[in-house]
């Protein structure tokens, strides 16, 4: 079975510094790997995916994520967080032969301070 | 823009009842999910339904049953409420896969469930 890991459970961080949030799979076939985000008292956002093609993904409001195949990798990476970036980040994997099924990994609390 | 909703955002419950939890989708998907959120474990699927009256067990079914008798609506059925089920329940639908936005899930807000 798939697993998903995130090394961190939590990262404080200082406001405008650079940040990455590490997501380790196991998988010997190819995947496709998404990173969600929840903020305090919501449901969770997708941030960005990665199905094919470019290895490096970006989203909207500055994130971008590596696919790595050879490290089993799929890190979240930002230059210069903001406070508004506090939240918790899930990495995903979606499961080979079982629709659209999703495995999720523990979670990164990212706290952004002034 | 999609939208997932779930009945309740907290409920408190007492061991042995009987609870039920809502989720409405307008998007027309056919796929939903019920997973529940535990600090440090992330996210575990309970159980998952692909289209009315189909459902298939995710990871963690036990104690849990659930209802799909119109596609927008997807319950979670505790049949005998424990303590162990104090917990946050996140609902999510999404579109076959293939289609445009393959794979990606939309979460309702979750309800928090206290079992006491």
């Known amino acids: 079975a798939q697993s998903v890991t995130q090394l961190d459970s939590q990262v404080p961080v200082f406001e405008e510094a650079p940040v990455e949030l590490r997501c380790n799979y196991s998988?010997?076939?190819?995947?496709?790997l998404f990173w969600y985000v929840q903020y305090p008292n919501q449901g969770l956002q997708l941030l960005l995916k990665?199905?094919?093609?470019?290895?490096l993904v970006e989203s909207i409001n500055g994130f971008e994520a590596e696919f790595n195949k050879s490290q089993t990798s799929f890190h979240l990476r930002k230059p210069s967080v903001h406070i508004s970036d506090t939240a918790e980040y899930f990495c995903?994997?979606?499961?080979?032969?079982?629709?659209?099924?999703?495995?999720f990994g523990g979670g990164t609390r990212l706290m952004v301070k002034p | 823009d999609v939208k997932v909703t779930q009945s309740s955002r907290y409920l408190v419950k007492r061991t042995g009842e009987k609870v039920f939890l809502e989720c409405v989708q307008d998007?027309?998907?056919?796929?939903m999910f019920w997973y529940r959120q535990d600090p440090g474990l992330g996210l575990r699927l309970i159980y998952f339904?692909?289209?009315?009256?189909?459902?298939e067990k995710g990871d963690i079914p036990e104690g849990y049953s659930v209802s799909r008798e119109k596609k927008e609506r997807f319950s979670l059925i505790l049949e005998s409420a424990s303590t162990n089920q104090t917990s946050m329940y996140l609902c999510?639908?999404?579109?076959?896969?293939?289609?445009?936005?393959?794979?990606?899930?939309?979460f309702g807000p979750g309800t928090r469930l206290t079992v006491t």
């Open positions: 998988s010997s076939v190819s995947v496709y």
């Open positions: 995903a994997v979606r499961r080979r032969n079982a629709g659209n099924m999703l495995t």
């Open positions: 990665y199905l094919s093609g470019s290895t």
């Open positions: 998007m027309d998907h056919e796929n």
């Open positions: 999510a639908s999404s579109l076959i896969s293939g289609q445009i936005s393959p794979y990606e899930q939309y």
């Open positions: 339904s692909y289209d009315v009256k189909m459902k």
